[in-house]
Nanobody
Framework: QVQLVESGGGLVQPGETLRLSCAAS????????MGWYRQAPGKQRELVAA???????MYADAVKGRATISRNNAKNTVYLQMNSLKPEDTAVYYC???????????????WGQGTQVTVSS
C-alpha cells in the first residue's frame, strides 16, 4: 500500500511565497515521475509542474518563472515552491507520483488527498 501525504497549504496574501511538500510512503521499490496538479472550483484539474526521476522539470505556462519543483529521491518526497502568488493560484493542490512497488511491478499513478491553497488579501 502506497500513500502520498501533502503538507504546506494554507492562506497566503498575494505576492507571498508558499512551499508544498509531498511524501510517499509504503511499499515503494522506485518512483518515476512526480508532479503537482491543482483544481480550482468549477475548473478541471490541471498540471502545475512535473519532475522526472533524473530531475528534468516542466511547468505550466501559468506558473512558469514563479514555481520551482524539486525532489528528494532518498525520501520519496517532492516539493513545490511558488513565489509571487496570485489570487488565481487559489486551488486544491494534489501531489502525483508514478510508483513501482516491486522490481516486476508495472507501476501505477498515485494521488495525494490534496491541500488547499488560498491566495487572498
Amino acid at each position: 500500500q502506497v500513500q502520498l501525504v501533502e503538507s504546506g497549504g494554507g492562506l497566503v496574501q498575494p505576492g507571498e511565497t508558499l512551499r508544498l511538500s509531498c511524501a510517499a510512503s509504503g511499499s515503494i521499490f522506485t518512483t518515476s515521475a512526480m508532479g503537482w496538479y491543482r483544481q480550482a472550483p468549477g475548473k478541471q484539474r490541471e498540471l502545475v509542474a512535473a519532475i522526472s526521476s533524473a530531475g528534468s522539470t516542466m511547468y505550466a505556462d501559468a506558473v512558469k518563472g514563479r514555481a520551482t519543483i524539486s525532489r528528494n529521491n532518498a525520501k520519496n518526497t517532492v516539493y513545490l515552491q511558488m513565489n509571487s502568488l496570485k489570487p488565481e493560484d487559489t486551488a486544491v493542490y494534489y501531489c502525483n507520483a508514478y510508483i513501482f512497488a516491486s522490481p516486476d511491478d508495472r507501476g501505477r499513478d498515485y494521488w495525494g488527498q490534496g491541500t488547499q491553497v488560498t491566495v487572498s488579501s
